[in-house]
């Protein structure tokens, strides 16, 4: 990996400067930056079908999703409704893919900059009990925490990966709050609170113990495997914590695959260590922390090969593209080609858990891992079809529609504006 480029984000800094108005955006959608040298998009539609896919995406996102929440300051507060509990609640997790969505549709969304500080300072209002630079992870309809005054990891990370797109399309900040500032925070809250110091692997939240008997630095969600947010933090932060938990996550990666899935490359919603011995992982018991399929690809591992296929495409990283090409060549393969039989979760074996009905949450990430294989050109096309216009609810819908900005080529994370910047690369035009 070549050295990374953020001192403040270099190229975009001198833009905080230059009398660009504070609501426009310096990179406004859609960007299309270019991704590993022989990934793939949809082939069957041009750019601009693949651009307006996106935008009608994220219309029907922000009418079913986008709320307002009373104001602070002068500032319209906003929330993701997720509805979790069936009282209309709002989780970190949602709170983190809005702000990555709406930072990375600014010019599409002509709010965009308010939307973002708003969303932010919701967040902000509601902090974590045990580290008040997260944010407490539940968040009932009136605005009181739920279950727990405690973070998720996943949450602050979307947050602060939110953040750092925010201030890269507003680097002075903007509606009185400075994103990049208000990144780093949360950055160092996690690398406090929410990091294992020994396994460099992510806690489940700032809750877990590092060294505890029952949750650990080694019970962790491989869903929580970010590695194109941690290339960001490293450099956002010049925190060395960052790469080190880059190489964990590989590596954790890689075992959990080849030693539990060797013929899938599916991953487990939870892992604990194989024994008191060793610090390597195994697929969690059922009944670990949130049901029967804590051991199986469920529904938080259904975020693994978006998560790894991110990482591929936007750094090139060819760890992270053998570790999604697994996936996605399996699913293929155990579908026969047919997008519409990925099933709703599968035990590590490539046993479906449901059979009755089909779920774009697993889907959309499966699309994106075929991006790094070209072979599988009509595969990511069949996905492609039996998403972009599906609704289902908040957590399908919202992961989607962050699949989609990926399969179309309109996303994009601050460290790889900058490489594109620093290497005189050009944006594909549409």
Not at 95 to 107: E, F, K, P
Not at 128 to 142: F, K, P, T, V
Not at 229 to 239: E, G
């Amino acid at each position: 990996m070549r050295p990374l480029i953020i001192p403040a984000f270099a190229a975009l800094a001198a833009l905080a400067s230059s009398g660009v108005p504070a609501q426009t955006p310096a990179h406004p959608f859609p960007q299309h930056l270019p991704y590993a040298a022989g990934s793939i998009r949809p082939s069957h539609r041009s750019q601009a079908q693949l651009d307006q896919d996106v935008r009608e995406a994220y219309a029907r996102w922000k009418t079913a999703y986008l709320r307002t929440a009373g104001s602070d300051g002068g500032l319209t507060l906003y929330r993701v409704l997720c509805d979790t509990d069936s009282a209309g609640n709002t989780v970190s997790e949602g709170q983190g893919y809005g702000l990555v969505i709406v930072a990375l549709m600014a010019g599409a969304e002509t709010e965009a900059a308010a939307i973002s500080a708003g969303l932010w300072r919701y967040a902000d209002l509601h902090p974590s009990g045990n580290d008040s630079r997260l944010m407490s992870w539940n968040i009932n309809a009136a605005g009181q925490v739920q279950q727990g005054n405690t973070s998720a990891f996943d949450g602050d990370n979307d947050l602060a990966l939110g953040l750092l797109l925010a201030a890269a399309q507003w680097p002075g900040g903007a509606n009185g709050v400075d994103f990049r500032a208000r990144a780093l925070e949360v950055i160092a809250g996690q690398a406090a609170s929410a990091m294992g110091p020994a396994s460099y692997l992510p806690l489940l939240g700032d809750w877990v113990t590092p060294n505890g008997a029952q949750y650990n630095q080694y019970t962790v969600r491989p869903s929580d495997f970010m590695p194109a947010h941690f290339v960001n933090f490293a450099a956002a932060a010049n925190a060395p914590l960052w790469m080190q938990a880059v190489a964990a996550a590989r590596a954790a990666t890689e075992h959990l695959q080849g030693s539990y899935a060797a013929n899938t490359g599916l991953m487990p919603d939870f892992a604990v260590r194989e024994s008191a011995a060793v610090t390597t992982l195994r697929p969690a018991d059922p009944g670990f922390l949130e049901g029967a399929n804590d051991g199986n690809y469920n529904y938080n591992a259904g975020r693994v090969p978006w998560r790894l296929a991110t990482h591929a495409l936007l750094h090139s990283d060819v760890a992270s593209a053998r570790q999604a090409r697994r996936i996605s060549q399996w699913a293929q393969a155990s579908t026969g080609g047919v997008a519409t039989n990925i099933r709703p979760g599968y035990r590590l074996d490539g046993t479906p858990l449901a059979t009755d009905y089909f779920s774009s949450f697993f889907a959309a990430p499966i699309g994106t891992a075929a991006m790094v294989t070209p072979a599988q050109q009509s595969w990511l096309n069949a996905i492609y079809d039996s998403v972009r216009t599906r609704q289902e609810g908040y957590y399908e819908d919202s992961v989607a529609l962050l699949s989609l900005l990926l399969m179309s080529g309109t996303y994009w994370d601050p460290v790889a504006m900058d490489r594109l910047f620093a290497d005189g690369l050009q944006r594909i035009t549409p």
